[in-house]
């Protein structure tokens, strides 16, 4: 399936209406100010010549500026955060500058050094309002006096100095306001140097309040110290303590190391003697023979008597085999067996003694081991708890001394200061009296005040074209009425015959648009061969009249026309003719007092024929809704090619609406510039009710040149009109 494409042509128009339409509505702006330029420029004109007025009125004030550079100070007072409390040279530092400049003892010393209460500039009463001068001579009030004055003039003081920190640097500046330039530069200066003298007195106090708060700690310091060194010198020589580095204390501590090795030591063989000594006693309780015990036969001469025992035991075994008991070699054998077993019964007895006395011996060097650990741990638990105390007092006096010692370096240091006499800041450019004042900028304030003049009258201008309600272009005449324009009559200057003014100049632009209003009319209902067309208006003044009479001219020259003054409330329309007023008319043919005949009238140099309204009836409304005039109007258009009507206005009267009921047509008659375009559609709304068919709006009086200028409204007959006959024209180029 293709897909549809965009016809370009059709694109390019629509591109080509978007940017008429953006144009058009620029060029609208551009007519509004030119339409109203003489309310714009005149608005600017006056604004700008009140300020003017007002800035030459205004005094001039006029700013003086000295610059100060802030130094480096250096000095040590105890030490800079402690005495001055000053930080480095910072923003913070110089902002904190800047804030003294403006404090009110600065202020108060600038204003004593100048004497400023005197001061005409700062006098009494200067700037009173009204009110309070009318007090004073009436005498409700009294005058103020010089005693009033402080602190009046301190705050109108601070109120006129700027104190301005240069970015990124050391530099501050300090101005005053003054209408006076002299005594701005002389009070921008007095500021400078107070705020560098008040520093340094600052100082030199503080040096001095500082100076003597040392002096008065120093003998407290030093007696404090004394009496620490004194408590310390007591306390070694209640304490016995002579080695001041620790030395005993390391001694005692070797030796307690020692005791301890050896108490290990004891204890292990104490260990070892209450083992063996625990088998003897074992063997004991429960009759085991001593010497078979390990420990015992481990003796040498245990061992050595049992090899006895056991040879005299295998002697006797072997004489026993060859002798009787109480052979004398037997007897003998078993006496030296028996001397063996006894001898080794001893030695057991001795092993068993001397393992119960090395138990014995080693248990007592265990405690005798154990008790001397124990004293000497407790002379070093003493001699701790002394060197804890020692160090304390050592530790007071060492503070006592370095406490004394930086008081008397910072007294020394304060006695002996030099550099407390350098300033906090230099004045590196000081004010001098200018010569261009500050405010009130004359020229800058003009220009802004043209300025804004020029954008209010755009706004009044603005505000004007949104409130008008006429219609003032044929282009309105569409978009407010939602009707055709037939024809644009210019507005004219000589009202002379302006009846007549389609005879008496018919190549005037105004007798070209009548022209076009009278092929309007022919165009309207062709198939009709006999019109009637009603000319009207919403109110009176609008020149329905004047219109009516030149279009009938105009339709005179090729048809048979009749007009008729259908306006018998004011008729004008023989005047406008240049008629003699007649009392026989449309109320005499209306009423049936006289026949048409006999009330027209034939315009001289023309076909045309004109009935007048004639005598004013008291009823005009109830002779229009009659059934004879009814008849009247509808024979005489079988009679004539046109009848034309001039009706009242629709806005005042119903006159009109009747009138349109028996006409083919109505013309509208709408004066350009004047007629509030509602009442326009009211009226024109209460014609449709009416069923009444509508030819078109004609559009009278208005100026082409304005309607050209400002809404781009162009007449279409300057190239044929010419400037003779009392008439606006614009030529086409």
Known sequence: MDTPTANPAHTT????????????????????????????????????????????????IYRA????????????????????????????????????????????????????????????GRDLTWLAKAKIALGIAHPPTVSDQPGTVLGELRAH??????????????????????????????FAEQYIRNDMENKFRMTQEANSWLNEHLAGLKAKLEASEQRLQTYRNQQNIIDVNGSALSGTGN??????????????????????????????????????????????????????????????????????????????????????????KHQVAIVVSSIEHAYNEARANVQALSGAVAEVRGSIRQANEKQFA?????????????????????????????????????????????????????????AAALLVGLLF??????????????????????????????????????????????????HSQFAEAVRTARTGVLLSAIDQPHKIVVVTSSLPGEGKTTFAANLALAHAQTKRVLLIDADMRKPRLGRELGLDDDLVGLSSLASGEREAKDCMRSVPESTLQVITAGAVPPNPLELLLSQRFQETIAALSREFD???????????????????????????????????????????????????????????????????????DYSGYGSYGKDAAGYYMKESS
């Open 457 to 506: 009258g755009i706004a009044v201008a603005f505000l004007l074209e949104r409130l008008d309600t006429t219609v003032r272009s044929t282009e309105e005449v569409g978009l407010r009425l939602g009707q055709p324009i037939l024809t644009t009559l210019p507005l004219l200057k000589d009202h002379d015959h302006i009846g007549r003014r389609y005879l008496a100049d018919p």
């Open 255 to 344: 030796q307690l190391e020692g005791l301890v090795t050896n108490l290990v030591t004891a204890r292990m063989k104490m260990a070892e003697a209450a083992s063996a000594y625990q088998q003897i006693r074992n063997a004991q309780a429960s009759g085991t023979s001593l010497d078979s015990l390990p420990l015992v036969v481990r003796d040498p001469v245990v061992a050595q008597l049992e090899q006895v025992v056991a040879q005299k035991q295998q002697k006797v075994s072997e004489l026993s085999k060859r002798y009787g008991p109480k052979f004398i070699t037997m007897i003998q054998a078993q006496a030296e067996l028996q001397q063996a077993r006894d001898n080794l």
């Open 13 to 60: 128009i629509q591109g080509a209406a978007q940017l008429s339409e953006e144009k058009l509505e620029l060029l609208t702006y551009w007519r509004t100010f030119v339409k109203h330029k003489l309310t714009i420029f005149s608005l600017a004109l006056a604004v700008g010549i009140l300020a003017a007025v007002v800035v030459y009125m205004m005094r001039p």
């Open 65 to 124: 500026t000295a610059m100060i550079q802030l130094e480096d100070n250096n000095a040590k007072v105890l030490s800079i955060e402690q005495v001055y409390s000053s930080l480095a040279h910072g923003s913070e530092h110089v902002q904190t500058q800047a804030d003294i400049l403006r404090s009110r003892t600065i202020a108060e010393l600038v204003l004593t050094k100048l004497d400023l209460v005197h001061n005409p500039e700062f006098s009494p």
């Open 642 to 712: 046109l009848v034309i009507l001039d009706s009242p206005p629709v806005h005042l009267v119903s006159d009109a609406i009747i009138l349109s009921t028996l006409a083919t047509g109505v013309v509208f008659v709408m004066k350009a510039n004047s007629t509030p375009y509602q009442v326009a559609q009211r009226c024109l709304r209460a014609l449709q009710g009416a069923k009444a068919t509508l030819f078109g709006v004609v559009l009278n009086q208005l100026d082409f040149k304005k309607a050209e200028s400002h809404y781009g």
């Open 390 to 446: 020692l160090a304390d007092l050592q530790r007071d006096v060492q503070t006592n001394q370095q406490v004394y010692d930086m008081f008397l370096q910072r007294f020394k240091e304060t006695s002996a200061a030099t550099d407390l006499t350098k300033p906090i800041a230099s004045v590196v450019d000081p004010a001098t009296a200018p010569v261009v004042p500050l405010r009130p900028h004359k020229a800058r304030v003009i």
């Open 161 to 190: 100095l700027t104190i301005a920190p240069v970015p990124r640097s050391n530099l501050i500046q300090v101005s005053y306001d003054s209408p006076d330039p002299r005594m701005a530069a002389l009070i921008a200066n007095t």
